[in-house]
Every structure is written in C-alpha cells, then in structure tokens.
C-alpha cells in the first residue's frame, strides 16, 4: 500500500482523536521514531515538541525500555491479575511506594489515565460508604481542569472549556470551585481559598473527594497555579472529612521539575492517579495509589472488596516497561535536566512574550505554554510546524510544548525557535 493509499483508507474508514469524519484534520503518516525525531513516510524528520501526548519522556525506541520488553516477551506477554501475582508487578509497586510522597502505601494497577481517575473516583465513594457516609455521594473540584474522556472523568473537567459540554445533562453533576487564579511564582493571598471554603460549608456532607490537577491544569487550559492552593485543598479536606484525590498523570514523573507536582506544596492527596510517563510512552498503563486508610477502610466493609478488576490490570509487559522507565527517570541527573530545559525555554522563547498575538507566556518543569489571544487554525498551525521540522499539536488558544527529558540544547532551541518563526507571523 503507497502512501496515497494509506491515506485515503485512513481518511474514509478511522476516526482520530477529536475529529470529523466528514472534514478530518489532515494526519501524517509516520515510518519510524527514535530518540526526539518522528520520521515520516514522505522522509521528513521532525523534533517531537509533545512527547506523544506527555509520555515518551525518555524518547523512542530507547535500548533500556525495549529489552525490558523483549524479556519480558520471553516469558509471558500477559497472565490474569485475579488470583495470580508476578514479580514485573511486585518490582513496580516497590517502586511507586518508595517514590510517591508521605503514606500512599497501596497500588491499584489500571489501563489507562482516565481509568485511573474512575478508579479514584470509585474508592472514593466505596469510602464514603465504609464509613457510613451515605450522602457523600458528589464530587468537587475546581474550574479549568481536564480529567479525561470517560464518563465519572468527563463529570469533573471544566463543565465550559473541558471539551465534553456536549454530555451535559447526561454526565453526574458535579460541585465547581473557582479555578485556582494566583500563578504560580506570584503572591499568595488566603484569601483564595475562600470560595472552596464556602462550598464545603454548605455541601461538605455530600462530597465525597475533591480532585485535582496539581500546580499544572492540563488540556483545559494549561494553566500553572500557586502551590499554596494545594496546601489550601489538603487542611480544608482534613476538616471537613473529604479525600483529597491529585490527578497526577500527565504532572507525575517529573514533568513539572518535581518528581510529583504535589511536592511544590509539599502535600499528600488520600489517592493519587498516575499514567502516561509511567510506561515512558511505551504502554497504555496506569496506577493509583491509595493511603492504608482509603484500603482498609473499603475491605473493612461489605463486600470488604474494592469492585473494580480489569482484564489486563498488571499486565506484565506494561509494569516491565514501567519498572525500566522508573529506572531512568529515577536517575540523578533527570530532574536537574529538566530544571535546566526549563530555563532554555524561558530564554529561546522570551521573544514570543511582547508579540501583538501572544496574550502569556508560562514555562514550568519540561513545559512550555504560549497563550494566544485567539484560537489557532489547527490544520494550518500544524502544517507550518512539519514545514519548520518539527511536531506541536496547538488545541484552542495554546501553543505548547512537552519536550522529552531527553532533548538536547540544540533540539531544544529548534524546536522553540520554531514556534517563534511561526508566531512572529500570526
């Protein structure tokens, strides 16, 4: 099949990520990836600015991630989880206790992000219910976060800028908060907490978690807020007797320049969802980690069972490729390099700041936010990258990047040189 082909059965016959299938976005056919370049079919090789949607942090076809897969190969792709346990499994749970912050101390193995936050979501309200706290069936959160496509994570992203008011009426209601609106590096007023005071004073006996994306608010937005408000969040929920539920999927692993954005606030969420990095890219995989007191307070009461057990849940292959990606990011040089990839950015994209196009610019960790003052011609936008060499998928008003920890001084200032050239013209 030549790429024509390729094409034209693509575009008739597969639906892509937030697509029509009467006028589709443009897609372009990839041969081969490694290190930071994705080559196309047509030759090209571009600088991946994304990460594959956050994940391949320490790039494509890297050596240590592909034989933790080829040995593991060698001796069982997959085995069910219920009533089976295999040492690929035991290794990455070790690995997540040690690493995640204060007392998250049990493991719940998933497919996905999203599923990850069903799974929060589920333990919380089995919590709630273990505890005899039968009208704390809602969930809070704040405005301007993204949570994920499934139906329980739907309910929770921005009920306006979260892509899914298409099911409202249909998805849970949900309490909302005011976003967090203090950025991150500015002056902490308490203040800020009031509102989310005020809500939990009012309807604290029916919220059963407050969730949220700490420090970063992802596709919603890309908003970076002050630490405080976490701190803020954790001793409201501590009096009011609320979990406090951190979506850490796309922030875990070292994303913002902390291994976990909850250490910005030097905070402990009751339950913590982690995804994307945790298998480098390789594997849809996911984890949640829950305090002994979310475990043993949902085993301790009828069905004394947390009810919840997918078909691949600790699929082997995803927790060896999981165990050899800890490995790497766990390395003393990974979270200095991303201290120093956020500096590079600052400066190579420092230009964009005074454009007339530009309405902010925010950098933390290996991420990088360009605000415009109005939406993107994605189609267009994503030509002009290809054409510059490089892959930034922009979505509404944001030019972002999510480079891999991997990148080096000269890639990196492509690729942001890149977006400067092709701002300079909007």
Same mark, same amino acid.
């Given at each position: 099949?030549?790429?024509?082909?390729?094409?034209?059965?693509?575009?008739?016959?597969?639906?892509?990520?937030?697509?029509?299938?009467?006028?589709?976005?443009?897609?372009?056919?990839?041969?081969?990836?490694?290190?930071?370049?994705?080559?196309?079919?047509?030759?090209?090789?571009?600088?991946?600015?994304?990460?594959?949607?956050?994940?391949?942090?320490?790039?494509?076809?890297?050596?240590?991630?592909?034989?933790?897969?080829? $040995?593991?190969?060698? %001796? #069982?792709?997959?085995?069910?989880?219920?009533?089976?346990?295999?040492?690929? !499994?035991? &290794? =990455? /749970?070790?690995?997540?206790?040690?690493?995640?912050?204060?007392?998250?101390?049990?493991?719940?193995?998933?497919?996905?992000?999203?599923?990850?936050? $069903?799974?929060?979501? %589920? #333990?919380?309200?089995?919590?709630?219910?273990?505890?005899?706290?039968?009208? !704390?069936? &809602? =969930? /809070?959160?704040?405005?301007?976060?993204?949570?994920?496509?499934?139906?329980?994570?739907?309910?929770?992203?921005?009920?306006?800028?979260?892509?899914?008011?298409?099911?409202?009426?249909?998805?849970?209601?949900?309490?909302?908060?005011?976003?967090?609106?203090?950025?991150?590096?500015?002056?902490?007023?308490?203040?800020?907490?009031?509102?989310?005071?005020?809500?939990?004073?009012?309807?604290?006996?029916?919220?059963?978690?407050?969730?949220?994306?700490?420090?970063?608010?992802?596709?919603?937005?890309?908003?970076?807020?002050?630490?405080?408000?976490?701190?803020?969040?954790?001793?409201?929920?501590?009096?009011?007797?609320?979990?406090?539920?951190?979506?850490?999927?796309?922030?875990?692993?070292?994303?913002?320049?902390?291994?976990?954005?909850?250490?910005?606030?030097?905070?402990?969420?009751?339950?913590?969802?982690?995804?994307?990095?945790?298998?480098?890219?390789?594997?849809?995989?996911?984890?949640?980690?829950?305090?002994?007191?979310?475990?043993?307070?949902?085993?301790?009461?009828?069905?004394?069972?947390?009810?919840?057990?997918?078909?691949?849940?600790?699929n082997p292959l995803a927790c060896a490729v999981a165990n050899a990606s800890l490995e790497l990011v766990s390395q003393p040089?990974?979270?200095?390099?991303?201290?120093?990839?956020?500096?590079?950015?600052?400066?190579?994209?420092?230009?964009?700041?005074?454009?007339?196009?530009?309405?902010?610019?925010?950098?933390?960790?290996?991420?990088?936010?360009?605000?415009?003052?109005?939406?993107?011609?994605?189609?267009?936008?994503?030509?002009?990258?290809?054409?510059?060499?490089?892959?930034?998928?922009?979505?509404?008003?944001?030019?972002?990047?999510?480079?891999?920890?991997?990148?080096?001084?000269?890639?990196?200032?492509?690729?942001?040189?890149?977006?400067?050239?092709?701002?300079?013209?909007?």
């Open positions: 099949m030549d790429i024509n082909e390729m094409l034209e059965f693509d575009k008739c016959h597969i639906w892509h990520p937030y697509t029509s299938m009467i006028d589709p976005l443009p897609v372009y056919p990839v041969r081969s990836a490694d290190g930071v370049y994705i080559e196309l079919e047509t030759g090209e090789k571009l600088i991946d600015g994304m990460s594959s949607w956050w994940s391949t942090v320490h790039g494509y076809n890297n050596p240590l991630l592909n034989d933790a897969i080829k $040995e593991q190969l060698e %001796k #069982m792709s997959h085995v069910m989880f219920g009533g089976f346990t295999h040492a690929p !499994a035991v &290794k =990455l /749970a070790q690995k997540l206790v040690d690493m995640t912050p204060g007392v998250l101390d049990r493991v719940f193995y998933c497919d996905s992000g999203s599923v990850s936050v $069903e799974v929060a979501i %589920k #333990m919380a309200l089995q919590y709630m219910q273990a505890k005899d706290k039968r009208h !704390a069936t &809602k =969930l /809070a959160t704040a405005r301007g976060g993204y949570h994920g496509d499934t139906w329980h994570a739907m309910s929770v992203c921005d009920p306006v800028g979260g892509m899914h008011t298409l099911y409202e009426g249909r998805v849970p209601v949900q309490f909302f908060a005011p976003r967090p609106s203090i950025p991150f590096g500015g002056e902490w007023n308490d203040s800020e907490m009031d509102p989310l005071r005020e809500l939990f004073e009012k309807r604290g006996s029916e919220i059963a978690a407050f969730i949220i994306e700490p420090v970063v608010q992802g596709a919603s937005g890309m908003w970076i807020y002050h630490p405080q408000y976490l701190q803020g969040v954790r001793k409201l929920c501590d009096e009011y007797g609320i979990l406090m539920i951190a979506d850490e999927v796309a922030t875990g692993f070292g994303r913002t320049g902390r291994m976990f954005a909850c250490e910005w606030a030097g905070v402990t969420p009751d339950i913590m969802c982690l995804g994307k990095a945790i298998t480098g890219g390789y594997m849809s995989f996911a984890a949640v980690m829950a305090t002994s007191d979310v475990a043993l307070t949902i085993s301790s009461r009828e069905p004394r069972s947390f009810m919840h057990g997918p078909t691949f849940m600790g040089h990974v979270l200095p390099r991303i201290a120093e990839i956020q500096k590079q950015m600052q400066l190579y994209l420092e230009p964009v700041r005074h454009m007339p196009c530009v309405a902010d610019l925010r950098v933390l960790g290996a991420i990088a936010v360009v605000e415009l003052r109005k939406p993107v011609d994605m189609a267009r936008m994503q030509k002009l990258c290809v054409e510059e060499g490089v892959w930034i998928r922009p979505f509404g008003k944001l030019f972002y990047i999510m480079p891999q920890y991997i990148i080096t001084d000269e890639q990196l200032a492509a690729l942001c040189g890149a977006m400067v050239r092709i701002l300079s013209h909007e």
